[in-house]
């Protein structure tokens, strides 16, 4: 195992545990673990040995036990002396499984067979789950990725027709406003996935300011008063229709946080939101009525009769 595959097996471990780098981090602070959200984005987004308290406490606050922790430590503890771990030696293949989260993989990773483990099984997860104890070989063993989800295209078919008349947005502070129901972009109050609804414009959050690319695009850039820095994407940079958007640290998610901004007046004035990596568009439903649950800001595809995909810029509230 190199320490390219042992960084390769934390990222899907975190995806198999189902857990934000937000929640990670809470979870980390309840078992008396310090496990900074930024920090643990940072280290996973490189290819360099994390260190050992940080691996200790990122498995931990996965959902796996003492034993599972001290599994990830000693092969990273045998990276580090650049030699290979007894805890890698021959065992019977894993089974497949897709319980939990055990199955799900980073865009992009390849496949390839890793060297197998004997797994065990535990009792953990939401909502009372079964899931089984994924250490690092399993986590390398889980299903490659198919060829087609490698290298995401942008959609190349037709785009919403532009108004060449309505201004650009500036850059700077922006609250994004739906021109359905006057209500703002907004996280969901009291959660910390990041999740993205509709809300008070005086109320919503975090602060949002559009940043311009070299290459014309945008970029839709956070200030959360707890977790700092952000940006807005698409959860594990999902290509397909209804995949969440969601604010998380910038650069976990590469082009799946750009958008194309497409000026438009009919239905009404405004912007479509098209995000590069799919060529689908930023959409919010209306709200429900009061006391049923949010509903969540998606991508789908872009539509020219759809009020519900078009948004406008303002000043932050004072």
């Known amino acids: 195992m190199t320490v390219e595959e042992f960084v390769t097996g934390l990222r899907r471990l975190r995806r198999w545990s189902g857990l934000t780098y937000r929640q990670l981090a809470a979870r980390a602070r309840e078992s008396g673990d310090f496990l900074p959200a930024s920090t643990v984005a940072s280290a996973l987004s490189r290819t360099s040995l994390p260190r050992e308290e940080l691996v200790a406490s990122f498995v931990r606050a996965c959902g796996q036990d003492e034993a599972t922790v001290q599994e990830w430590l000693a092969v990273r503890r045998a990276l580090a002396a650049g030699t290979e771990s007894s805890a890698l030696a021959d065992g019977p293949e894993p089974p497949a499984t897709n319980e939990g989260r055990v199955?799900?993989?980073?865009a992009g990773e390849g496949g390839g067979t890793a060297t197998?483990?004997?797994?065990?099984?535990?009792?953990?997860?939401?909502?009372?789950?079964?899931?089984?104890?994924l250490v690092p070989v399993l986590a390398l063993a889980m299903l490659a990725v198919p060829a087609g989800l490698v290298g995401w295209a942008v959609n190349s078919g037709e785009r919403p027709s532009a108004a060449e008349s309505h201004p650009a947005p500036l850059n700077g502070g922006n609250r994004i406003r739906s021109t359905v129901t006057d209500l703002c972009l907004s996280e969901v109050a009291g959660s910390d996935t990041g999740h993205l609804t509709l809300a008070n414009c005086a109320t919503s959050h975090p602060d949002m300011s559009l940043r311009r690319l070299p290459d014309g695009t945008?970029?839709?850039?956070?200030?959360?008063?707890?977790?700092?820095a952000g940006c807005t994407g698409v959860e594990e940079a999902n290509p397909s229709p209804g995949a969440l958007l969601a604010d998380s640290y910038c650069g976990q998610r590469g082009v799946a946080e750009q958008f194309r901004l497409h000026p438009v007046t009919e239905p009404v004035a405004g912007y479509r939101l098209e995000l590069v990596h799919s060529g689908?568009?930023?959409?919010?439903?209306?709200?429900g009525a009061a006391g049923t649950p949010p509903r969540y800001a998606v991508q789908q595809p872009c539509r020219t009769d759809n009020p519900e995909q078009i948004f406008t810029f303002t000043s932050p509230v004072p």
Do not use: W
Not at 103 to 106: H, L, M, Q, R, T
């Open 116 to 133: 197998p483990l004997p797994a065990r099984t535990m009792a953990a997860g939401r909502a009372g789950a079964s899931r089984r104890r």
């Open 280 to 287: 689908l568009c930023m959409t919010i439903p209306s709200p």
């Open 218 to 228: 945008y970029q839709i850039e956070t200030d959360h008063p707890k977790f700092g």
């Open 103 to 106: 199955g799900s993989v980073d």
